[in-house]
């Protein structure tokens, strides 16, 4: 399976609403993986009613070749 697969297959497991933006490997040996979600700070809730937006990237690299 490819990148884009598998980070699709766990997040599909994953609890919550993650939306995949990306998943990529740029160098054949790394891989890159963007989530995005929305989070709504539950004693913030009245300041903040749209929620906030969240990304988060990771990269993970093979030793093994």
Known sequence: QG?????IALIAEWPGDANLRSATAPDRL?????VAAEW???????????GVQLEATGTSRTALR
């Not at 990148?3 to 980070?7: F, P, S, Y």
């Open 30 to 34: 790394s891989a890159r993986v963007t």
């Open 3 to 7: 990148v884009r697969e598998q980070a």
């Open 40 to 50: 709504n700070p539950p004693l913030l809730s009245l300041f903040v009613s749209d």
